[in-house]
């Protein structure tokens, strides 16, 4: 067998192969998608809405309050559908940026600049005699 055969026989086998997967593949029959009826637990949800509310209410300051935190976390928990707890939430914020430093490093106490007097042109001996 020479190199051109050789080819023409692989490439009529991988073609093959491909049709065969796509008809495996068109014939399989689609899994049914399951239903989950939808369940509201009624009495805790609206003490966590008005809870949610106090922390809003709160502002910034809800940032670093560790209840609120634990709300938040419990809140996004449920509304992920995570099992985890809402004790799962961390007892200080992160914060992204440090605080600013408490001195300016670019107004530092520089000592004045004297600066020189301009040069006067030089006084030519007419003027002089004027």
């Given at each position: 067998m020479d190199g051109k055969m050789l080819a023409r026989l692989g490439a009529v086998a991988f073609v093959g192969v491909a049709i065969t997967a796509a008809v495996i593949e068109f014939t399989r029959q689609p899994a049914p998608a399951e239903v989950s009826p939808l369940t509201r637990e009624?009495?805790?949800?609206?003490?966590?809405?008005?809870r949610l509310r106090q922390c809003r209410d709160m502002g910034e300051a809800a940032t670093r309050d560790p209840a609120c935190l634990a709300i938040w976390a419990?809140?996004?928990?449920?509304?992920?559908?995570?099992?985890?707890?809402?004790?799962?939430?961390?007892?200080?914020p992160t914060t992204l940026w440090p605080s600013p430093p408490t001195e300016d490093p670019i107004r530092k106490e520089a000592e004045p600049?004297?600066?020189?007097?301009?040069?006067?042109?030089?006084?030519?001996?007419?003027?002089?005699?004027?």
């Open positions: 009624r009495g805790n949800a609206a003490e966590l809405r008005q419990e809140s996004r928990d449920r509304f992920l559908k995570q099992g985890a707890q809402a004790s799962d939430a961390p007892d200080a600049v004297i600066q020189p007097e301009p040069a006067k042109p030089p006084v030519s001996p007419d003027e002089g005699a004027r």
